[in-house]
């Protein structure tokens, strides 16, 4: 077998319209319903299920557990944008800019935290 890509990821929430709200305001992802009212946020060639604390949808993983995931995003925005967005919300950046490595190559990175505590890592390509 060869994986060719990362089609989504479920996240764990304690409150699946906060993190709708952040997740879409915050890194401009869509916001998409399906199968039965389920939510997701849409973005590049991916997307990110939601299952709500508690309430989560079968199959699922062994210890969801809101607030353990750590992601990266790569963006075309420039950091000094992104930076400036995040501080129009009064959210904190936690670290950064950094220089990372990325799968692809180097990348710069910033860090911040989503509201159930995951940390979210926005980078983009070093040429």
Do not use: W
């Not at 906060?18 to 939510?39: E, H, N, P, W």
């Amino acid at each position: 077998m060869q994986v060719e890509k990362l089609d989504h990821l479920v996240l764990t929430v304690q409150d699946i319209e906060k993190t709708c709200d952040f997740y879409s305001k915050v890194l401009g992802m869509k916001i998409i319903a399906f199968g039965g009212g389920r939510r997701a946020m849409d973005f590049g060639a991916g997307k990110i299920n939601l299952h709500q604390a508690g309430k989560e949808f079968e199959p699922k993983a062994l210890k969801p557990t809101p607030g353990s995931a750590d992601l990266c995003f790569i963006t075309r925005t420039p950091l000094p944008e992104i930076l400036e967005n995040i501080r129009g919300y009064g959210l904190k950046v936690i670290e950064g800019p950094v220089e990372r490595s990325g799968a692809k190559g180097p990348i710069l990175s910033i860090y911040l935290r989503d509201p159930d505590g995951n940390l979210i890592e926005i980078s983009n390509h070093v040429d």
